[in-house]
């Protein structure tokens, strides 16, 4: 009997039965792992033997009648961007290729008090900078549909071994769609959680305002469960809400009647492509088909999103890897002195688009060009972030595409960075206005690439917007496809 292609609800449920054990499981990954791995490449840090040995701590813990908690001996994979105590944190950088750090992130804090099985860390864009995790410096992750196609990213490597079998569910950040995106590539469940919503202390900061952390899974109730888990207030984050956090799995209620769900014109136009317009358009009727109401709205500040985005960002990354400079923090090359070490360091340790976003974040911050652009960005974000706060006078949750285009080829668009920067249109306006939301497949492209539906909530609105996707997804039946990996699967 399969494990691997299991949520974590449905596990929990068969550890606490007894029907299997928790070592049992975690070689049944393993083992998936060890199959797909050299296709998909999900994978930088795998650790096997820690992880037989919490499933055997997890075993010893049933057989003696404990109750165990809901995510006790399920494997999961971490993005290599949160710190994990003991386990290297690379970042997919080679600046950071032996980071081995001293504590953990909070979020592994919370989770290790669930005792999961951590099976290892995930590939991403070096320092999650990117949407393809063709930009890591180890090596490019497949996506497990097609193995020719890109997972998305940043969080490629989490949404690759979910869908894969490698991990039942997975931690990434969202700085702007790399949760939502790969999710969406890969035919899973990704949120971003409201800003400040869980904590992001011990996640390697690309863009401070703007970076989240949150799950990957199979499903909506994995989601939730998991959100429940790793949200709250923390003092090690100055901007972690104090908001009290509520049980999210109370909102897995398949009934949408009277929920008001707005349309935004500006996400369906020209360019956004056919498969994903007609599949995203019958999930939205089949809401309405449900007792949802649909309006169309508009949110008028869309189409300054990417430049606001891609000016804030790499301003806030650039003062952020000043850091690396080969003396206080990562791998250092020798020079003839101190100012040629930090620029060969630099230089060979940092990949072309962290470089490239770095230079673009100097320039907008530089003296004479702070107020033309990086004040001007600041400036727009309030009018996209007022766009939603009047889109929600009207509406319950937004509904949209989460991508414009289903996953696309390997090698593709990774020498257009403009082509790819323009990936991020669906997913980047929540970022810059702390909003959450989430993507949950919704069909496929002609080319049987999976597609994601995103639903957007009001600020700490995370309760309405499981809900809308809950009931979505029981509707249909996506959420129970496993990827099918040619030369593994076939």
């Not at 650790?47 to 999961?76: H, N, Q």
Request: aromatic share 8%; charged share 25%; net charge negative.
């Amino acid at each position: 009997m399969a494990l691997y292609d299991k949520p974590a609800h449905v596990l929990h449920e068969m550890l606490a039965k007894k029907e299997i054990s928790s070592v049992e499981l975690t070689e049944d990954v393993l083992a998936r792992m060890d199959k797909v791995e050299k296709s998909i490449g999900a994978y930088i840090t795998v650790t096997r033997d820690d992880a037989l040995r919490t499933a055997e701590e997890t075993d010893k813990k049933i057989s003696s009648g404990e109750e165990i908690s809901f995510l006790e001996g399920i494997p999961c994979g971490i993005k290599d961007n949160i710190c994990t105590n003991g386990i290297k944190t690379t970042c997919a950088s080679k600046i950071l290729e032996n980071f081995v750090p001293p504590y953990d992130a909070t979020v592994i804090t919370k989770l290790k008090q669930e005792k999961p099985v951590i099976i290892g860390k995930t590939n991403l864009d070096e320092f999650a900078m990117g949407g393809s995790t063709e930009n890591s410096a180890f090596h490019a992750t497949h996506n497990p549909w097609n193995i020719d196609c890109v997972p998305g990213g940043s969080s490629g490597g989490s949404a690759a071994a979910v869908a894969s079998g490698s991990a039942i569910w997975a931690l990434g950040s969202d700085t702007g769609g790399s949760i939502r995106q790969p999710a969406s590539f890969c035919g899973v469940v990704g949120m971003k959680p409201t800003y400040g919503r869980v904590s992001r202390y011990g996640l390697v900061a690309y863009a401070s305002s703007l970076d989240q952390i949150g799950p990957i899974t199979r499903d909506v109730t994995d989601c939730a469960n998991i959100l429940n888990i790793i949200s709250g207030h923390d003092d090690m984050d100055s901007t972690s809400s104090a908001a009290d956090v509520p049980d999210y799995t109370k909102s897995l209620v398949a009934d949408v009647k009277g929920l008001k769900i707005g349309m935004p014109k500006e996400y369906f136009i020209d360019g956004i492509d056919e498969d994903i317009n007609n599949a995203v358009r019958k999930a939205i009727d089949e809401l309405k088909a449900m007792g949802a109401d649909v309006k169309e709205i508009s949110l008028p500040h869309t189409a300054y999103a990417i430049a606001t985005y891609y000016l804030i960002a790499p301003a806030e990354a650039a003062t952020n890897l000043e850091r690396y400079d080969g003396v206080s923090y990562g791998e250092r090359v020798d020079g003839a002195d101190v100012v040629d070490m930090m620029k060969n360091t630099r230089t060979q340790k940092f990949g072309d688009e962290v470089k490239r976003r770095i230079m673009i974040g100097n320039y907008a911050l530089s003296a004479g060009y702070y107020d033309a652009y990086y004040l001007k960005a600041l400036k727009v974000r309030t009018l996209i972030q007022r766009d939603y706060t009047e889109a929600f006078k009207d509406v319950d949750v937004i509904a949209c595409p989460t991508a414009p285009t289903p996953a696309y080829k390997i090698g593709e668009m990774i020498d257009d960075p403009l082509k790819m920067y323009l990936q991020d249109v669906c997913t980047v306006p929540l970022n810059l206005a702390g909003l959450p939301g989430i993507s949950v497949p919704c069909g496929y492209s002609s080319n049987g690439m999976p597609i994601g539906l995103q639903i957007i909530g009001r600020p700490l609105g995370e309760e309405t917007v499981i809900r809308a996707a809950y009931a979505y997804e029981q509707s249909q039946n996506f959420h129970n496809d496993m990827a099918k990996i040619g030369g593994v699967d076939a």
